[in-house]
């Protein structure tokens, strides 16, 4: 038996779609059509359709010309998508596909099916209504957001993104870290990416220094999360990162000031005792290049030489004729002269700084082996900070000149290391001590 499929008038009612004939030469008039098309355009009855010419239902000039350019060109229109004009004036979204036929008689016409598609266009529209929210939303967020696919190429970003990269948009898209930044920074971005696409696992409010395109630093911070399709596989990566620089360069004036106005201390307690003139600022030198070796970073270099400065600050509460007494001291002299850890650490306990700058001056005469003071510690209770301090403040004393007696001098200095290294004082930090003085066996060499 022959299949035979039948798609007649009413059987295209039943499924909404309008079905119409329509003439196009000699005459303009409908000459078919179902009663689908006057249900969709608001009418009562088909015969009402047949009082409109073809080109009557479309609501804009431009889109019926191009409806009729294209079906003169290629005879036929596939799906064009137009607004209908409704019985009530309001507009209705139909799609057209069309062909143009020309009888025995040459008589010219039109025939095709109109498909509602209001549904279809409303979805479309809240869609399109719903990506301009959220890219309204991400442009009008003050932080850098940015979305990269699973080989870190950027696929969407916002408006403060593209300022900080300093390029127009199109230059933006499917480019990397390293088309925008220094390449080691680009590097370490690259790798935290890698980290959350292989594992899934967000990387929370890093804090960064960043060297934008522009040529300026920024202190930043940093979240990125990972991207998943509906699967609940990782796709890409979203990143927002804010601009945190003001606060970082506000926090850095209000450290400033304090250092000031601690430093103005240390300047009294040099005129009060001229004889250890240039201690502290000796060791605080010594002490940042040993760190600098460590290769730590500025934040904790600052704290290490603000130490040095400020160490021996609790001496300015001891009497002078005992800090400075030639030979031997009584042991309540000597008491009271390991009392400066605990006054200067008292003194500063309760200011804010971004480092252990107390704990480190309180630690400063603990040794190894516990046999400092004031508490004894050992080992691995005493800072990184104050051992190296204990280091640099045994190299400067011993190197340095005093009135009651000739400086030492750089061998009997690095013997007293190199005999407590382990013991009292740690290995590796006396050893790159001797990597310091090994230049020269002048002091003034190395301190400057
Ligand atoms: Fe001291
Ligand atoms: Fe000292």
Not at 111 to 125: F, L, R, V, W
Request: charged content about 30%.
């Amino acid at each position: 038996m022959k299949n035979t499929f039948y798609l007649n008038l009413s059987t295209a009612d039943s499924l909404g779609i309008a079905l119409f004939k329509y003439s196009i030469f000699p005459d303009e008039r409908f000459i078919i059509t179902n009663s689908a098309l006057a249900l969709m355009l608001g009418y009562n009855a088909k015969s009402e359709i047949k009082r409109f010419t073809f080109a009557d239902l479309f609501v804009s000039q431009t889109e019926k010309e191009e409806f009729l350019g294209t079906l003169k060109r290629n005879g036929n229109v596939h799906f064009f998508e137009t607004r209908f004009r409704k019985s009530d004036g309001k507009p209705l979204w139909v799609a057209i596909t069309a062909s143009v036929i020309t009888s025995r008689e040459r008589d010219k016409y039109v025939e095709g099916i109109i498909e509602d598609i209001s549904s279809h266009k409303e979805m479309e529209e809240k869609l399109a209504l719903e990506k301009d929210m959220l890219q309204n939303l991400l442009d009008n967020m003050p932080d850098a957001i940015y979305f990269k696919d699973d080989t870190n190429h950027i696929i969407k970003f916002n408006r403060f993104y593209a300022k900080g990269v300093n390029l127009p948009p199109d230059q933006i898209f499917g480019k990397t870290d390293f088309d925008f930044f220094p390449a080691a920074q680009a590097e370490v971005m690259f790798e935290d990416d890698n980290k959350v696409l292989a594992t899934g696992e967000p990387i929370v409010g890093k804090i960064e220094r960043t060297k934008l395109p522009n040529g300026t630093w920024n202190q930043v911070i940093t979240t990125k999360i990972p991207m998943y399709d509906g699967n609940g596989k990782v796709t890409g990566t979203m990143g927002i990162t804010r601009d945190m620089t003001a606060y970082a360069n506000l926090e850095r004036e209000r450290v400033d000031m304090l250092i000031s106005a601690l430093m103005v201390l240390a300047k009294v307690l040099e005129m009060r005792d001229p004889y250890t003139f240039g201690h502290a600022r000796n060791v605080a030198v010594i002490a940042e290049r040993i760190a600098e070796k460590l290769g730590w970073d500025e934040n904790r270099l600052l704290g290490m030489r603000l130490a040095g400065q400020l160490h021996d600050l609790g001496k300015i509460s001891i009497p002078l004729d005992i800090l400075n007494k030639p030979g031997k001291l009584s042991e309540l002299e000597y008491q009271l002269i390991k009392e400066h850890v605990n006054k200067c650490y008292d003194l500063i306990k309760d200011i804010k700084f971004p480092f252990s700058l107390a704990e480190t001056i309180l630690q400063h005469h603990e040794r190894l082996d516990g046999s400092g003071y004031p508490n004894n510690l050992r080992s691995d209770q005493i800072l990184l900070e104050a051992r190296i301090l204990a280091v640099s403040d045994v190299l400067e004393s011993m190197t340095a000149y005093r009135p009651y007696r000739e400086a030492l001098g750089i061998d009997r200095a690095l013997e007293e290391l190199q005999d407590g290294a382990g013991k009292k004082y740690d290995e590796r930090i006396v050893s790159l001590v001797r990597d310091l003085t090994f230049s020269s066996p002048n002091r003034e060499f190395w301190l400057n």
